[in-house]
């Protein structure tokens, strides 16, 4: 049976009761709040001009991860823009790997350092060394704490709102499967962030009335092998009960398809699987061809890259961090194309590269 548009779902609640209805309705407006184009700037417009920093050295968490990727590639074109060199050091996925990749980037001595995607507190040997060499830091996702001077000696934690996010994802499940949904949530508990928001996920399911059929805690890390043999036996266990797979991001359902696929069950089909971040390519892709993903909440990682480069310029100047939080995107079949959807990712045509630019005297 091809998924119900949220619309569908909606009329065919008329016969339930109007409170009934009434709960899903507003689901689905606070989803529409975050699922139109993003075409204003709301950003920063002041700051220092581009400093002579040099050499920057990004410590990405794992390259595999589509939304620390999209971050990677969005930090080096800015970089680019404003006049800096990048090293990029991938940690691989693993903690021994970001451990080795931290003192690689310590004895480079930058100018500054980027630590985009992993938990600071993993590193916390290596932050106080970099916060005693006085080198600048600023992070993507590196904990629970986003903004400005979020602690560990980070001058900002770049992000959009992750709890927003969370909720987003949960309405939209909710909204989707007619106010009974039953969903699967996975997470990993190494991530302070993780965790916090597959927690506001579950909480906005009951909250609203659904029910959570099962808490997955199983390592990002770890996707690729156990996410086929974890999902026939999520199939065997709840059937048809499992409505939506609700995800803290979209490596999750990277492995996904193939075991569904095997079960005999359609790319349109329920389990539908909506990732609370970070809008990948895999993602956009398994939206656009209505592929065993209906949603992602896509966060732009092209501009939280540009926003990131700003932030350090600001640290390694002495100047205030921006507090700027960046904009999220519910992302569906019905508007895949938006906001540079055809590239598959979310980027906002708010025109961030030019005023950055400006700030920076570029």
């Not at 350092?113 to 916390?124: A, K, P, Y």
Request: with cysteine; net charge negative.
């Amino acid at each position: 049976m091809l998924r119900r548009t949220l619309t569908a779902s909606l009329l065919a609640l008329a016969v339930a009761g109007p409170s009934f209805a009434d709960a899903v309705s507003d689901a689905m407006a606070a989803v529409k709040l975050h699922a139109g184009q993003k075409t204003e700037w709301d950003g920063p417009t002041s700051g220092p001009v581009a400093a002579g920093a040099g050499t920057i050295v990004v410590l990405a968490g794992d390259l595999k991860n589509g939304g620390i990727l999209g971050v990677t590639n969005g930090v080096e074109e800015a970089a680019a823009a404003i006049g800096w060199d990048v090293r990029v050091l991938d940690g691989a996925g693993s903690i021994q790997g970001r451990t080795a990749a931290f003192g690689q980037a310590l004895a480079l001595k930058p100018a500054g350092i980027i630590i985009n995607g992993f938990d600071s507190v993993e590193q916390q040997a290596a932050l106080e060394q970099a916060q005693n060499a006085n080198i600048p830091m600023v992070a993507w996702h590196s904990g629970p704490v986003i903004g400005c001077n979020p602690g560990n000696g980070i001058f900002a934690n770049v992000s959009t709102d992750a709890m927003q996010v969370s909720e987003a994802a949960a309405q939209w499940a909710f909204a989707d499967a007619g106010g009974e949904p039953g969903v699967v949530i996975f997470t990993d508990s190494t991530y302070q962030i993780a965790i916090a928001k597959a927690d506001r996920i579950k909480e906005t399911i009951e909250k609203l009335g659904g029910t959570v059929l099962e808490y997955v805690d199983t390592p990002i890390a770890d996707t690729s092998s156990r996410m086929p043999t974890l999902t026939t036996a999520l199939l065997q266990r709840h059937g048809d009960k499992w409505t939506h797979s609700l995800a803290i991001n979209d490596i999750y359902f990277d492995f996904m398809g193939p075991s569904l696929a095997s079960a005999g069950l359609g790319g349109d089909q329920k389990p539908l699987a909506v990732a609370a971040g970070d809008g990948s390519e895999s993602a956009y892709q398994r939206i656009r061809s209505n592929q065993y993903q209906a949603v992602t909440v896509a966060e732009p990682l092209n501009l939280q890259g540009w926003q990131l480069v700003d932030e350090l310029n600001r640290a390694i100047q002495g100047e205030a961090c921006s507090g700027y939080t960046s904009p999220l995107h519910v992302v569906t079949q019905d508007n895949v194309a938006f906001d540079g959807g055809e590239n598959n990712i979310f980027d906002p045509g708010n025109g961030y590269r030019e005023e950055y630019k400006k700030i920076w005297g570029k």
